[in-house]
């Protein structure tokens, strides 16, 4: 959902009142309570014709939705059977329907990095690894982030090497957790770990983490370190992208954003992002760098990791295409 969506939503359930937001709210995911809930607090006053104008979209969005199915989950279940056997089919089920459970793992998702570090730092590290398998890239760097050097990098390894979790391995895993958390219910067996999950999770954690990772793997494993940095996308590698897929890039990372995202980019990447943008704004542009005096690395890493978050999405939505290495691999 672009900002502009992401307003009309807050907008939205502004006008539903306390009781019913806090309905929809129960049915979202964390992101997207933090998002419509930081949104909400920007919006200190609604002019009235901006409400009129977002309730009428809805009514005109609701009349065109009928509910077909009375249960979504079982006629997906018995269409991809039908269609992909029993086995096929119950590998993609389980991804597909994994978010129905609340399990205690997911209520990890809810919690801040320094609280999720502090219940998980000393379990086991093929435990942390896999737990931390299940949350989004970012919280997972963050939450690494606040480990030792040495705790960090074998949890690491051992996310690199998970090969996904079976459903006797997930039941005694839910046990620990059930201990270290209140509840736990059953969970769906998942596909994660491996190595793009550990390339995805380091690239969130800045140049200086990931050498120190990166070394550690190395020595105990040269093949599959290598593996992960095959996987890996940093910023400067947004030279590998096309034309059209820096101008749908550039469309959607505020200009400030960029300024101090391109301050520790080097020229061919500079060059690549003024080529793409009008004259004018790449005149701006080259003046606000020129401008800028010195930014905090830490500061230049967080811009850079947004607009890689950026370039994901649009990745996942297949508006861009990443080459990474020969001609026929694809990220």
Not at 208 to 215: F, G, H, M, N, R
Not at 288 to 316: A, C, N, T
């Amino acid at each position: 959902m672009d900002d502009e969506g992401v307003e009309q939503a807050a907008i939205l359930l502004m006008s539903l009142g306390e009781e019913e937001a806090s309905e929809v709210f129960k049915h979202l995911a964390p992101k997207e309570v933090q998002k419509l809930g930081e949104t909400i607090a920007k919006l200190k006053v609604v002019k009235r014709e901006q409400v009129e104008k977002v309730l009428d979209k809805f009514d005109a969005v609701a009349e065109t939705q009928s509910m077909l199915v009375n249960d979504t989950d079982e006629y997906v279940r018995t269409v991809l059977r039908r269609a992909l056997g029993e086995d096929k089919a119950n590998l993609l089920l389980d991804r597909i329907l994994q978010g129905s459970d609340v399990s205690s793992i997911e209520s990890l998702k809810w919690m801040d990095a320094s609280s999720v570090a502090e219940l998980l730092r000393n379990e086991h590290p093929q435990i942390i690894a896999a737990i931390l398998a299940h949350l989004d890239f970012d919280q997972t760097s963050s939450v690494l982030k606040l480990f030792t050097e040495r705790q960090r990098n074998e949890v690491l390894i051992r996310i690199a090497t998970l090969d996904g979790i079976q459903p006797m391995a997930l039941k005694d895993l839910n046990e620990v957790m059930s201990q270290i958390l209140a509840g736990g219910d059953r969970m769906k067996k998942s596909s994660l770990g491996g190595v793009k999950t550990a390339a995805e999770i380091i690239n969130m954690m800045g140049s200086s983490v990931e050498a120190s990772v990166l070394d550690y793997i190395r020595e105990a494993d040269s093949d599959l370190a290598q593996k992960i940095m095959d996987n890996m996308f940093t910023f400067d590698d947004l030279e590998k992208i096309d034309d059209k897929g820096i101008q749908a890039t550039l469309k959607e990372v505020q200009s400030e954003s960029l300024v101090v995202a391109l301050k520790g980019a080097g020229p061919e990447l500079r060059e690549k992002i003024f080529r793409n943008m009008s004259t004018r704004a790449a005149e701006t542009l080259r003046e606000d760098l020129d401008s800028r005096g010195p930014v905090r690395l830490s500061e230049v890493e967080s811009e850079q990791k947004e607009i890689l978050k950026i370039v994901r999405r649009l990745v996942d939505e297949g508006q861009i295409v990443l080459a990474t290495g020969g001609d026929d691999q694809f990220l």
